[in-house]
């Protein structure tokens, strides 16, 4: 079990770039979750990936966010034209997940995004 | 939707204290519990989970937690604590069908002084 692997651990930007952070999760795990965490709350909901398709969007997840999961491996997770508000740290889980398996999620270390 | 409420936002105990956190949740159907610990500088890690069966679930590092059905509450136990316990705890649920996205709480912060 190599964990959940997240890069960047940290990301500087200016306001209006684009940024992209990606996740590699645990290796036989069909499921994979994205988190976002500010300061002094718990992690809340973006969006979740089965295989390669995505399941569930949050509504926390504006148009200039867009996660992909190509062939099912990794994911990476673009924010567009950045704001002050996306400031955030952002958090990668797996589990190994379907109908009647109940399973944890495995969390990665996040990346932190700092927008100048 | 689902809620979690955690009623302590920073605790402080000195080691060999006893602890004990709240978690009540809000949700129409089964669920899925689970507390999570964040030591500083580290991921989050699984402490303990409930999935049914035993209302009684003992996790790692002789942490314990209690599901009471009827107050929609799942406490986090540990009859004594010690200074590495120092960390965030963040309780959490799911819907208890699949493996679905997780609520959590805001966090509890626990300092433990020596």
């Known amino acids: 079990d190599t964990g959940v692997s997240q890069n960047p651990r940290h990301k500087i930007t200016k306001r209006g770039q684009n940024v992209t952070f990606r996740c590699d999760p645990i290796?036989?795990?069909?499921?994979l979750y994205w988190y976002r965490q500010t300061l002094g709350q718990g992690p809340e909901f973006l969006t979740y990936?089965?295989?390669?398709?995505?399941?569930?969007k949050s509504r926390l997840l504006s148009d200039r966010f867009s996660a992909e999961r190509p062939k099912g491996s990794f994911s990476t997770l673009e924010i567009q034209r950045t704001e002050q508000g996306d400031s955030a740290m952002y958090l990668c889980?797996?589990?190994?997940?379907?109908?009647?398996?109940?399973?944890?999620?495995?969390f990665g270390d996040g990346t932190r995004l700092s927008i100048l | 939707a689902q809620s979690v409420s955690q009623h302590n936002h920073h605790v402080i105990l000195s080691e060999a204290a006893s602890l004990e956190l709240g978690c009540n949740y809000s949700y129409g159907g089964t669920v899925n519990l689970f507390w999570y610990v964040q030591y500083p500088g580290q991921h989050l890690q699984l402490l303990l989970k409930?999935?049914?069966?035993?209302?009684l679930v003992k996790g790692i590092k002789g942490f314990e937690a209690e599901f009471i059905k009827s107050k929609f509450s799942f406490n986090l136990r540990k009859p004594s604590v010690q200074w590495s316990d120092t960390a965030e705890y963040f309780c959490?649920?799911?819907?208890?069908?699949?493996?679905?996205?997780?609520?959590f709480g805001t966090g509890t912060r626990l300092t433990i002084i020596p």
């Open positions: 990936f089965q295989n390669e398709a995505q399941l569930e």
């Open positions: 409930y999935f049914s069966g035993d209302p």
């Open positions: 889980a797996s589990s190994l997940g379907g109908q009647a398996v109940n399973q944890p999620q495995h």
């Open positions: 290796s036989e795990h069909n499921r």
């Open positions: 959490a649920v799911n819907a208890n069908f699949g493996n679905e996205k997780l609520t």
